[in-house]
């Protein structure tokens, strides 16, 4: 009611012209009030006839009367705008706003969505909501035209249950219903898991962006270099001096470097690089050190054909002590990312506390080949036992400590000391990883060898995703790192 008066005394302070607060406000002989340009401007329009008349009563006035201001209206202008009268006008609803549900005369602009009233409310009508006790429970939230969408079509009840099995969200009689058995959790928790997937995915976007701004960056260093080479070659090719063209000839670095990019080498036919002496060696550990093979005859030892990598399948069981406590192992070998059903692992000095990850029990002989089944976003790596347990350190591939393969939607990425290496390959769920040795002939030692294979579901088909070389001590422990609701990797059983 106090809302509605206030209305009406406003509605009193308005310009019959403009429709807005009295701005200057005048009043004429027939004791109507304008503001000042607005009536103005209606008998500047007037002057043609002679006589000038009222916009509301029409009487005419002869000749034109001068305009005052009227210092009382202009009062109660200034006073309804500082007793907050004008910012009451903002109720009003304009286009695209949302309707106070309780108002019944003049529609007001509803400030607050209520979710167990499904109902929206103005400020007026929202106040019984921070006054009874019982509807201070109620959950507010910004007012919505989407009300009916969180009503269940089946049964009309408010949808506050999240089905996973369906990803979908229902209402508790369809819980007990059609959905029974499914796994299923509160709207409000799922919100809140998403949101956590949806940081995360962000950040590892930001991630993904910072490393590619700097591949460009170096890109257009080398663009510029290149149109700088070419330019040369250009001025030379119009000189027609023999001497001064042998001269500056000699000066050029060899032709073959001008076609080359000196960081980046781009292999579209190819899936992966090998990595060499020319890879900077302060990103590789004391214990897998570069060992450059130029001009040395290399005897490979790798399998050709999965018969020969199956000769050299390995048995891998999880290290309880190390798996992180949204880490849920089993059936078999396989490790699942679950946060809402997130298991109280007993405290031990071995279990990872920052990151979704866990450690095989056996380290690796060498040569070893296994496989792994993944969906989401997961790490396959290979690492040393005393790899940190927290921090980002403690992330495979992070340090020195591990390498790995982080497999996800579109592509994959090699990790290893902090730098990775984006990957585009035939996109398969299962991985091949191979752990053995290559011998150098005429030489008393031999290199390392860790491989990433694609393994088509198909025909089992094995691409070559990535392959480092190197030497190393060990011995290494195999390890899995599974990010997100709906992640899993697991060990698989090789067959054939």
């Known amino acids: 009611m106090a809302q509605q008066e206030n209305q009406q005394d406003r509605d009193k302070l308005c310009c019959s012209v403009c429709l807005d607060l009295l701005k200057d406000p005048v009043t004429i002989p027939c004791g109507h009030s304008y503001c000042m340009n607005c009536i103005k401007s209606y008998w500047d329009e007037e002057d043609q006839k002679q006589s000038h ?42 286009l695209g706003d949302v309707s106070c549900d ?33 509807l201070k429970k109620h959950k507010l939230v910004d007012p919505s035209q989407k009300l009916q969408e969180i009503i269940c079509s089946h049964h009309s009840e408010v949808m506050k249950i999240f089905c996973r099995t369906d990803q979908k969200c229902i209402c508790y009689l369809c819980a007990m ?39 460009v960056k170096v890109l257009q260093q080398e663009i510029s270099e290149l149109r700088r080479r070419k330019a040369e070659l250009e ?58 093979l130029s001009g040395i005859k290399e005897e490979p030892l790798e399998p050709k054909t999965r018969a020969e990598f199956l000769k050299y399948k390995c048995q891998i069981t999880f290290n309880l002590n190390t798996a992180h406590r949204c880490v849920v192992l089993g059936p ?24 979704p990850q866990v450690l095989s029990r056996e380290g690796l002989t060498v040569p070893s080949y296994w496989e792994v089944e993944w969906s989401g976003n997961v790490f396959i790596a290979i690492a040393y036992k005393d790899i940190s347990r927290s921090g980002r350190e403690s992330t495979f591939g992070n340090s020195d400590r591990s390498w790995a393969l982080e497999c996800f939607c579109g592509g994959y ?11 585009k390959g035939p996109e398969s769920s299962r991985i091949g990883v191979y752990l053995g040795y290559s011998k150098i002939r005429e030489h ?25 070389t190197g030497t190393f001590t060990g011995p290494f422990l195999v390890g899995l790192g599974v990010y997100g609701h709906g992640s899993f990797a697991e060990i698989c059983e090789v067959l054939s």
């Open 102 to 134: 309780f108002c019944t005369e003049r529609k007001l602009k509803a400030i607050k969505s209520c979710l167990q009233c499904l109902v929206s409310y103005c400020e007026q009508h929202l106040q019984p909501h921070y006054e009874v006790a019982a």
């Open 177 to 215: 219903d059609e959905h029974k058995g499914h796994e299923t959790v509160s709207a409000a928790a799922e919100m809140s898991e998403k949101q956590r997937e949806l940081r995360e995915s962000q950040q590892n976007m930001e991630r993904k962006l910072k490393e590619k701004e700097e591949i």
């Open 413 to 423: 990425e090699f990790r290893h000391y902090g730098s990775s290496t984006f990957i």
């Open 235 to 292: 001025q030379l090719s119009h000189t027609e001096d023999p001497t001064q063209f042998l001269h500056n000839y000699t000066l050029l670095p060899p032709l073959s470097e001008a076609t080359d990019s000196p960081s980046i080498n781009v292999h579209p036919q190819r899936y992966t690089e090998d990595v060499t002496a020319a890879a900077s060696e302060d990103i590789m550990s004391k214990e897998w050190t570069i060992t450059s």
């Open 444 to 468: 008393s030692y031999s290199t390392s060898i860790l491989s990433f294979y694609s393994i088509s579901e198909r025909t089992r088909t094995m691409t070559l995703l990535h392959r480092v």
């Open 332 to 355: 078999g070998l396989k490790a699942k990312y679950n946060y809402t059903q997130a298991i109280r692992y007993y405290v031990h000095t071995d279990r990872f506390t920052d990151w």
């Open 53 to 94: 008349s009222c916009p509301q009563c029409r009487q005419t006035f002869t000749p034109r009367p001068a305009l005052v201001k009227n210092t009382v209206i202009a009062g109660l202008v200034e006073d309804t705008k500082k007793t907050g009268l004008q910012a009451a006008s903002s109720g009003v609803p304009r």
